[in-house]
């Protein structure tokens, strides 16, 4: 009874942040057991790998004795090379997922990192697309520049990979903020092709891509995920098939101690 009135009391619960707590989890239990197949994987494979590598290359050289006969073959080694230098960088992506950082953290400057990794990429940008940058005051990150400019780069480069048409059509777009929580706010966008529904889920799991073969290992959200659930904070992606994408990175606020 409320003021002499029959009343029903209701109680509501937001679980929200648990479900986001669980699936924040469920990802570092994902990237965590990756990362202790993916060290051994890495070891087993670097070793033969080298010996690999030295004999097409002695291989090469001894063929290049024989002069202009032997040259179908030392193209078919060339092939041979490319598809060797592909397989260690799958190999380095690979460790990058397996070993955490070691670089100390402390406060830092999210717009420098992202500034000073635009400047590094610009020659790649410019072949692909039109840069726009949005920077809004944010606060500091428990950070260091070197992990805030890698989960950048990948974020620019995998937006780079998604768009297949003229520089001039393109457009890359780069905006830092604080969200409604007080959190640090970086969106990349891009006007690529754009992730179906069916794939939106994947997108950061291991060697999941999208893209055409042989643009893409599948290991560079991953990897972006990984650095990102390190500093505390949560990566999400909205996108639209034939519109584009955009990656959203929100990270904790360094507090006064940092």
Known sequence: VFDGESARLVVGRD???RAR????????DRVASLGLLAAGVAHEVNNPLGYVLNNIEIARRRLARLGPAAQPSIDALSVALEGVDRIRLIVRELLLVARGDDDE???TDVRVAIESTLSLAAPEIARTARLVTQMREAPLVRANVAIVAQIILNLA??????????PEVNTLTVRLGTSDDGRVSIEVSDTGSGISEHDLPRVFEPFFTTKPAGTGTGLGLAITQRLVLELGGQI?????????????VL????IADD
């Open 15 to 17: 679980i929200d942040e």
């Open 21 to 28: 707590m669980h699936e924040r989890l469920a990802a570092a």
């Open 105 to 107: 953290l402390g406060p």
């Open 157 to 166: 480069l995998n937006a780079l990979e998604a768009m297949r048409l003229p």
């Open 236 to 248: 999400s992606v909205t996108s639209a098939v034939g519109v584009g994408s955009t990656f959203t």
């Open 251 to 254: 990270l904790p606020a360094a």
